[in-house]
Structures are given as structure tokens and as C-alpha cells.
């Protein structure tokens, strides 16, 4: 397996705002359909704030946590306040028209372990192995790209979690863009660097 197959197995532990539904086989099909006529979330993204980025911001990485080439920290500053309050005006808009997508800017974060190549998490529900879902999830970053998919449960673990009965769930992505894919891989690579200098630190 090459270097660049190894990285989608990649997995760190993280906190992030996502949500899942069941479908049936029916529905999934639709879903494909519909989801490979759709641009990915990193395109989107790219899409929306193309016409103001500086020059020397380099699109091939933006929304993927960090920079290719150096970039003062004036101007990183500010590109991130104006998309943080884009976005914000942009969450108001959608609570006000009533859109589909702001119920996943409503969640909480929950922990989660986080791969390219597929997510787990806890769950009250019990699903069974084989199950199609699609997945809605935020990378916690700035901006967050909205990240669709559409995976398959591979493992149910039951868990007792105190006086209350949880099902570690895990999926694998049978589905997904392949620049989101390439972001998961930037923001798990961007985590772990992370978790390192914090442990160096103390």
C-alpha cells in the first residue's frame, strides 16, 4: 500500500458537529443520484469566496486548515473575520428562510473518531451492519466545510455508559467527493500536529 493510500487510514479523535440518517435501499440510490450531481463541500466553499481571496491565498489548499505558501498574518487575520461573519450572516439568512442545511450548524459537537476513509461515533439508536446512511458533518475549522456522504454501517458495539445503554457505531464512506476526502486528510494531519506541539508544550 502506498503513502498516499495509507493517509485515508489515518484516525484521530475529535469533536465535531455531524448528523445521520438511515436510508433505505431505495432511498439510497436516489441519494447517489443526487449526491454525484452535486459539487463537494470543498467546491463549494472555493466557489463562494473566490471572488475576494488575495492572490497569494493558494486555492488548491484553502479550506484544508492551512496555507502552501507564506501569507502575512494580517491578511490571514482578516480573511478569516470576513468569513467568520459570512458565515454568520449567511446561518441568519437560513434560519430565516428555513433552509434544509442549517439543522447541521444547530448541533452540538459530539466526540467522534474520524478517518478518510470513515467516521464512528456513539448513538442511543441500534442500527444493524449493512445499513446505508448519509452523513452530514462540519470540519471544525475556519471557514467549516459542510461535508456530505454516504456510507454504510460496518460495526455496532453495544456500550454501557453508566444507567444508560449507547451503541459505538462505525461507518465506512461508500461515497464522497474526492477533494473532502483530501480536507478529512488535511484536518486529521492538521489535528495530530496539534496534539503533538500540546504535548510538547507541557
Partial sequence: ????????????KDTLAFEYQVLSPKEYEAEK??????VSGVRTLKNKYAHFLPNELDMEYFGAGELSRPVSELIRGLVKLI???NEKV????SHLEDKEDVSIYQKHPEDVSLSAEGIGFYTSESLSAETQVKI?????QNPQILITTLGRVVRVTAKQIG?????????LFSDIHGDDQEAIINHVFTRQRDILRNKAKS
Fill in 83 to 85: 468569513i467568520g461573519m
Fill in 33 to 38: 443520484i443526487r449526491f454525484w450531481n452535486q
Fill in 136 to 140: 452530514r458533518m462540519l470540519l471544525p
Fill in 90 to 93: 449567511d446561518l441568519i439568512l
Fill in 1 to 12: 500500500m502506498s503513502y498516499q493510500e495509507k493517509r485515508k487510514y489515518y484516525r484521530i
Fill in 163 to 171: 444507567e444508560v445503554k449507547r451503541f459505538e457505531v462505525g461507518i
